[in-house]
């Protein structure tokens, strides 16, 4: 059944060059070839519980030390809880050196934990060390608590095609299809490759690609694209194009290109580091040698040596290398108690900066499923409706299917014909009923208001007897929450507002204004998205803009933004692969409550 639809279709003119899948563990936040996830990965679950009794050995130790007198026992006792836990920051900064990064904190905290152990100060070294690693630990364990809840990237496209060959079809790999090959593709299975619908007609949901949220009817010989999911009958289509040259693929690879431009962000620590590491290095040297400038004779090396060192381990930033993870560590598990997943720490502070939001409607802003909007009607309205769902229910298509869950009917429509790129027709208790688009009534010369072709969303117009009776609107229903959130974010500073779908601009606009969104655009694809978060960048260039989204679509925008937000609930596995922080709840608020909560951690 055809329905009012004034949505374009999704624009097949899209290339591809087959690349991997964008990961965010290629961002490092430092100018360094290291990040913390070099030392994080040594700390496992079996490291974990190792740390715990070192903690208590460490304890300990500070009480048997009372009662040791050999010096060489005081020593080994010491290096038995120093070496485990320091050995990880020692290996770190050696491997640095290798590099020409000399100065930076693991090699800061070596060499000041040595020289502890040089001046006899054991506690103190070990103490140093402990405590960092204790600090990483949590934090690791945080970030991978968020991860674990995260699936990992599929391969979105399909990994079958059932293609005709020697007189029957064949189940073979999509990469072994070649352009010209017939293709059959059944009811709720992903078409494999791009291709001309051969079959008559065919339904599919397309918001993987395009983020549309009705459902798209294609005719014979119109152009259908890979990921699109037939939803009524079986159909069949000549492919067009190769596996590595799909439009899906495309979506993949510019997650892979976006993620390239995304700048990474640097953490406090590590800035404060670049410059407070030589400083205390130089001062250490300083205090080492010019003292003999002024003593002379008077002058013993191994005196101002010892007290270099001394220097060093009093200057070792323990407490900001300490409170730093743990700082992180309680943003990211208390954002994880609200439903929000972090990826990494760096973002809560990316979080508590936002100028720009940036948002796309189906699935974000609003529920991603049809619903009755409205009902209009010369009759009155349960006859209405009864007689709309009788005939509704002999139609599969999405729109036919919310009105007959809104309206359960048990009446029985007769001679039910389709009348194809219109609608419906059939007859209940003698009376001809018509229901479909515009087009059906003007086929048959029935007058109907002229407000009817200005309602914005999709329509089903219903005619009894020849004569017009009223009208029925489906719509994606507005979240509850969506106008409360936007109300949020202004009043935490968020200063613009912004809403790119891939719905008709229409449907766009309207909710935009039942929202309170600054500005919408629609009508777009996935790479009109990526130009319009790319020109707000370059107008905006100091401003921290962040982008929410839920669709397959949405991931190259995701990738490119400096937050990317995914809607986790109803979410695509590529979306929520791509995003740096996840909604697991699927509501908008949350996104607003977690920048609320970020904002007073900060």
Not at 328 to 355: P, Q, T
């Amino acid at each position: 059944m055809i329905h009012q639809d004034k949505d374009s279709c999704c624009n097949s003119k899209l290339e591809f060059n087959k690349k991997p899948a964008h990961n965010h563990e290629d961002h490092s936040h430092d100018d360094h070839d290291h990040n913390h996830g070099e030392m994080n990965s040594k700390y496992t679950i079996g490291f974990s519980i190792l740390l715990f009794f070192l903690g208590v050995l460490f304890a300990n130790v500070l009480k048997v030390d009372w009662f040791i007198n050999n010096p060489t026992l005081r020593v080994l006792w010491y290096l038995a809880a120093y070496v485990p836990v320091g050995f990880p920051v020692l290996k770190e900064a050696f491997s640095l050196m290798l590099k020409k990064d000399f100065f930076n904190e693991f090699s800061l905290m070596g060499i000041a934990t040595l020289g502890a152990f040089a001046i006899g100060e054991y506690p103190e070294a070990v103490a140093v060390m402990l405590f960092y690693t204790i600090g990483e630990m949590f934090q690791e364990s945080a970030v991978n608590k968020a991860k674990g809840n995260i699936k990992a990237l599929l391969d979105i496209r399909p990994n079958e095609a059932n293609v005709f060959r020697n007189n029957a079809f064949t189940i073979v790999n999509p990469e072994e299809v070649q352009i010209g090959e017939r293709i059959q593709v059944k009811v709720g299975e992903k078409i494999p490759l791009d291709g001309a619908l051969l079959s008559d007609k065919g339904s599919f949901n397309t918001s993987a690609l395009t983020g549309e949220s009705k459902p798209s009817s294609y005719k014979k010989g119109e152009t259908v694209l890979t990921g699109m999911i037939n939803l009524e009958q079986v159909i069949e289509i000549r492919t067009t194009k190769l596996y590595q040259d799909s439009s899906l693929a495309k979506i993949l690879e510019m997650v892979q290109e976006a993620s390239t431009r995304k700048a990474p962000t640097e953490l406090y620590i590590r800035k404060f580091a670049k410059v407070y590491t030589p400083i205390v290095f130089f001062l250490a040297v300083l205090l080492t040698f010019v003292p003999y400038l002024f003593l002379g004779e008077a002058y013993v090396f191994t005196q101002w040596l010892e007290r270099a060192l001394v220097f060093l381990v009093i200057s070792c930033p323990c407490a900001l290398v300490i409170s730093v993870p743990l700082g992180y560590f309680g943003g990211i598990g208390a954002a994880s108690r609200n439903g929000i997943l972090f990826k990494g720490s760096n973002f809560l502070e990316l979080m508590a900066k936002l100028d720009i939001v940036v948002m796309d409607k189906t699935g974000t802003l609003t529920e991603g499923v049809f619903k009755v909007q409205k009902v209009e009607t010369t009759l009155p309205q349960e006859q209405f409706v009864q007689l709309v769902a009788a005939i509704e229910k002999q139609s599969t298509h999405p729109i036919a299917k919310a009105i007959v869950e809104a309206y359960p009917t048990s009446l029985v429509a007769e001679k039910v014909r389709e009348i194809s790129g219109k609608g419906l027709a059939g007859v209940i208790d003698n009376q001809e009923i018509l229901v479909g688009n515009t087009a059906l009534l003007t086929q048959h010369n029935i007058a109907y208001p002229d407000e009817v072709n200005e309602i914005v969303e999709s329509i089903v117009v219903v005619a009894i007897d020849n004569q017009y009776a009223g009208y029925i609107t489906i719509a994606d229903q507005i979240k509850e929450d969506s106008k409360d959130a936007i109300r949020l974010m202004r009043s935490m500073g968020v200063q613009k507002t912004i809403m790119l779908s891939g719905d008709k601009d229409t449907i766009t606009q309207k909710v935009a204004q039942e929202t309170g969104i600054d500005f919408a655009l629609g009508g777009l694809l996935p790479e009109g998205k990526v130009e319009q978060v790319e020109r707000l960048k370059k107008e905006n260039p100091t401003s921290s803009l962040a982008f929410v989204g839920d669709g397959i679509n949405d991931a190259p925008v995701l990738a490119l933004s400096d937050v990317g937000i995914a809607m986790g609930g109803l979410g695509s596995d590529a979306a929520i692969e791509t995003a740096d922080v996840v909604i697991q709840t699927d509501q908008l608020d949350i996104q607003t409550k977690s920048g609320q909560l970020v904002k007073q951690l900060y």
